[in-house]
C-alpha cells in the first residue's frame, strides 16, 4: 500500500459544523503511487541516486547514513509507480514546469521537479551525431583544462 497524504478543509468543515453536522471534517487525499510523468521522474531520480547511477556510483557513497535511509523510505512510497520510457517524461515533466501547469496546492513540485532535472543532468549522455544539440547551463563541464 502507498501512501496517503491527506488535509483537513477548513471552510467545509465550519460549514458542516455550523449545521450542527460536529463530528464530520471534510477532507482530500492524494496517493503518491498516482502514475504521473512528474511521480516517474521522481522515482527514476530516486533510484538513480540509490543505486550509484549518478556520476559513477560517487554520489551515493558519500550520503550519510541517515539521508540514504530516509531516500530509501522515500522511494518506497513510488513502489507502485511503474518506469516506462523516462525520456519522454522528463520531457513531459519540463513541459509541465515551462507553462506552470501544476495546481497551487501542489506548487511544492516545482522545486522538488527542477532539484529532480539537476540531479539528472548529471547523468551521462552520448552524442549519435554532430548536430547543434540544445542542453541546460548547468549540463555544461565546466572542468576542463581550455
Not at 464530520?24 to 510523468?37: C, G
Not at 520531457?91 to 496546492?105: A, M, T
Not at 511544492?108 to 532535472?117: A, Q
Request: hydrophobic residues 35%.
Amino acid at each position: 500500500t502507498g501512501v496517503i497524504k491527506g488535509k483537513v478543509i477548513i471552510n467545509k468543515t465550519l460549514q458542516n459544523w455550523a449545521k450542527g453536522q460536529l463530528t464530520d471534517i471534510a477532507s482530500k487525499h492524494f496517493e503518491l503511487q498516482k502514475d504521473t510523468p512528474e511521480n516517474r521522474v521522481i522515482k527514476f531520480t530516486l533510484e538513480q541516486i540509490l543505486t550509484g547511477g549518478v556520476d559513477d556510483n560517487k554520489f551515493v557513497e558519500v550520503l550519510p547514513k541517515e539521508l540514504k535511509d530516509s531516500l530509501i523510505q522515500k522511494y518506497k512510497w513510488f513502489q507502485g509507480i511503474h518506469l516506462g520510457n523516462i525520456q519522454n517524461d522528463i520531457k513531459e515533466v519540463e513541459n509541465i514546469i515551462q507553462h506552470k501547469k501544476i495546481s497551487k496546492s501542489r506548487e511544492y513540485y516545482y522545486s522538488i521537479l527542477n532539484i529532480c532535472l539537476v540531479i539528472l543532468s548529471f547523468m551521462e549522455f552520448e552524442f549519435e551525431s554532430q548536430k547543434r544539440v540544445k542542453t541546460r547551463g548547468f549540463s555544461v563541464n565546466m572542468n576542463t583544462d581550455r
